[in-house]
């Protein structure tokens, strides 16, 4: 047992002072709020770590690439067709090379836990590798490697579009039928057995890429603890095209036709009607918001005030990784809704929490729900997952417990984490990684491979 001593920490109950917490030696908090006489003390105010709920690795080594107009409208269906020729030159190593390098930018960011939306399964021509979990046995390297706490979400991917159509070309790397799909989500259930920084579920890649009869016999078929994720409603295009091929948008087909709880994670949910986004918010299910990707991409606003009346879960991710910051994830989703909105202080409705303070404490416990995993709260029995701020950052300098969380979400320069625990073990110490020389190297190896 280990046991530390905080000036400062945010808990469920608020802010405490000289918070001190062990950690049992499987890397759950234990004794929270008891002193101990031997305790090492902690420089810096501790926050829970922030679960990234949604990331599709390989997409990080693209970043910069995509930025230029490819044709007289440029939007997200370009941006996808250049993204399926890069990938076209993933192997098992550089998918480990990439996603290593950028697990290690997650954790100096504050992030303590991601979301991998795997899709990526088998070579650029479709043909499965001798192992078909290969891919997935790559992201699983790279977690053990970093050790971020990793929810592997292998993906289901069929079809090209509403009402069965054929994949084209682009997509041969991702197809699978159901079974083949469900012997990678059992070798990675192996995988993650008996590692409690790593788990696993399921994630039917969206409403066009999969039937609604396998995404049916898939939710029948997968243990009743797994996280399901869910692409919805990103993009006008297909909330039109799901209207013209069946008379309904995509979260309302979802919300009628499936038992959806709070194990779905709806990731964008981006274009709702005022009636989705309160049944979404009801269903229980988490939205699993992209800021600065959604941005990237031109996709649209999420109605944060209209899903938080509805006491609606959300959480943030990366997704396409072309930049990566906590605080700016946090940003970008209040600053996009002061744009739309012309208004100030958008994600409150009150005055007794402020804009910083109710997105890390939401995008907290929402990221926890939507990863399955125990982490988001200095608690008993939690995970052992939490950050330390900076205290000599500029842009936190005094700040207290009323203004902190805006602090760091707004006004700072630049990275305002300091160091970073997963499971009870320190896995960022003053804002280095311990094996971020040999991470990079690999990773300027792949790049030269990727591109040229
Ligand atoms: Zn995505």
Redesign the pocket.
């Known amino acids: 047992m280990k046991s530390y001593l905080a000036p400062l920490a945010l808990t469920p109950s608020g802010w405490q002072k000289d918070f001190s917490f062990s950690i049992d030696g499987s890397g759950d908090l234990i004794e929270v709020g008891k002193r101990t006489e031997e305790c090492e003390v902690i420089d810096g105010v501790v926050l829970p770590g922030m679960p990234n709920l949604?990331s599709?690795a390989f997409q990080r080594a693209m970043a910069g690439l995509t930025e230029r107009r490819t044709a007289k409208q440029d939007s997200f269906w370009t941006w996808r067709s250049t993204m399926y020729q890069f990938l076209s030159r993933f192997t098992p190593e550089s998918m480990r090379a990439v996603a290593s390098q950028l697990y290690i930018e997650m954790l100096k960011q504050g992030f303590t836990s991601v979301g991998e939306?795997h899709y990526v399964h088998h070579q650029a021509d479709g043909t499965p590798y001798d192992n078909r979990a290969e891919l997935s046995h790559s992201i699983f390297d790279a977690a053990g490697q970093t050790g971020i706490a990793l929810t592997h979400l292998p993906v289901l991917y069929q079809t090209g579009g509403f009402g069965d159509q054929a994949p084209n070309e682009g997509q041969r790397p991702f197809l699978n039928d159901l079974d083949r799909y469900l012997a990678i989500v059992e070798a990675s259930s192996a995988r993650a057995q008996g590692d409690q920084n790593k788990s696993v579920g399921v994630a039917p890649h969206s409403l066009r890429a999969v039937t609604l009869d396998n995404l049916e016999a898939l939710h029948n078929q997968i243990p009743r603890d797994f996280p399901i994720h869910i692409?919805i409603a990103e993009q006008t295009k297909e909330v039109n095209d799901c209207l013209a091929w069946c008379g309904q948008t995509p979260v309302e087909l979802l919300l009628r036709r499936f038992p959806v709880n709070n194990r779905w994670c709806a990731?964008h949910a981006t274009h709702m009607t005022a009636t989705e986004t309160r049944g979404l918010a009801k269903s229980g299910a988490v939205a699993g918001l992209?800021p600065i990707t959604e941005a990237n991409l031109g996709d649209g606003v999420f109605k944060l005030r209209t899903y938080l009346k509805s006491k609606g879960a959300f959480g943030i991710g990366s997704?396409?990784n072309v930049l990566i910051s906590m605080p700016e994830e946090l940003r970008t989703l209040e600053y996009s809704l002061r744009l739309k909105h012309r208004k100030r202080a958008i994600a409150t409705s009150t005055q007794d929490m402020s804009p910083g303070s109710l997105l890390y404490n939401k995008a907290v416990s929402g990221g926890a729900q939507a990863l399955g995993r125990k982490t988001g709260s200095l608690a008993d029995g939690f995970r052992a997952d939490l950050i330390v701020l900076q205290p000599e950052n500029p842009g936190l300098l005094h700040h207290g417990p009323q203004s902190l969380l805006d602090a760091m979400v707004f006004g700072c320069n630049t990275n305002p984490v300091k160091d970073v625990m997963v499971g009870g073990d320190w896995k960022i110490k003053d804002g280095r990684h311990t094996a971020e020389e040999i991470v990079l190297g690999n990773y300027r190896e792949a790049l030269s491979q990727l591109i040229n």
């Open positions: 949604h599709h939306f692409h990731i992209c997704d396409s």
